[in-house]
């Protein structure tokens, strides 16, 4: 796992059921390991990106989910189809290991998506899970009794100014995920 780049990706979606509902946006920072003597690794940024998917079945969409990603049709107009996003994503997170906050809620949604549209998921099958990570950082911690990435963000002091959006929450994933480094 060392020698691979980290994907932090984050989806935003049309609600939180991965097999009815929708990706509408995908962002991702890719990352690779610095080695350091004795320290554990730094990160350096490869590349990031950010892709809107536009949905094909917004009358399952729950609505608060909409307003939450700030879903509207003119920013959407000229999203990328399914497939397309799913290739590109494929294509530039080739060989990396993913990393989210709640991984498990975006490799959900990222099999489904792989499945639907016959896009091999070139990533490797290795996931590693900000929750779990801060979960087990702080487990006697009496005061920490949330784990969303807001709330990490507030403990280690990243700032996210447009929560909620795919690019913007992959990139305070990434920072979330070197202060744990530290932490």
Same mark, same amino acid.
């Given at each position: 796992?060392?020698?691979?780049?980290?994907?932090?990706?984050?989806?935003?979606?049309?609600?939180?059921?991965?097999?009815?509902?929708?990706?509408?946006?995908?962002?991702?920072?890719?990352?690779?390991?610095?080695?350091?003597?004795?320290?554990?690794?730094?990160?350096?940024?490869?590349?990031?990106?950010?892709?809107?998917?536009?949905?094909?079945?917004?009358?399952?969409?729950?609505?608060?989910?909409?307003?939450?990603?700030?879903?509207?049709?003119?920013?959407?107009?000229?999203?990328? !189809?399914?497939?397309?996003?799913?290739?590109?994503?494929?294509?530039?997170?080739?060989?990396?290991?993913?990393?989210?906050?709640?991984?498990?809620?975006?490799?959900?949604?990222?099999?489904?998506?792989?499945?639907?549209?016959?896009?091999?998921?070139?990533?490797?099958?290795?996931?590693?899970?900000?929750?779990?990570?801060?979960?087990?950082?702080?487990? !006697?911690?009496?005061?920490?009794?949330?784990?969303?990435?807001?709330?990490?963000?507030?403990?280690?002091?990243?700032?996210?100014?447009?929560?909620?959006?795919?690019?913007?929450?992959?990139?305070?994933?990434?920072?979330?995920?070197?202060?744990?480094?530290?932490?």
């Amino acid at each position: 796992m060392k020698k691979h780049n980290l994907a932090f990706i984050d989806l935003e979606t049309t609600g939180f059921d991965s097999e009815k509902h929708e990706i509408i946006e995908i962002g991702a920072v890719v990352a690779k390991h610095i080695p350091r003597d004795g320290r554990g690794p730094s990160l350096e940024k490869v590349l990031e990106f950010d892709i809107k998917v536009k949905p094909e079945r917004l009358e399952d969409a729950e609505p608060d989910a909409l307003d939450v990603n700030g879903y509207n049709d003119a920013d959407w107009l000229f999203a990328s !189809d399914l497939k397309s996003a799913m290739q590109a994503l494929a294509d530039k997170t080739e060989g990396a290991n993913m990393v989210a906050q709640n991984v498990s809620f975006d490799a959900g949604f990222l099999d489904a998506a792989f499945r639907k549209t016959g896009v091999e998921n070139k990533m490797r099958r290795f996931r590693l899970d900000l929750l779990s990570m801060y979960f087990a950082k702080t487990y !006697d911690d009496t005061g920490v009794y949330r784990y969303n990435l807001g709330t990490l963000c507030e403990r280690f002091g990243v700032e996210n100014a447009k929560a909620h959006t795919a690019l913007s929450d992959a990139r305070a994933a990434f920072e979330v995920y070197k202060k744990l480094l530290e932490a």
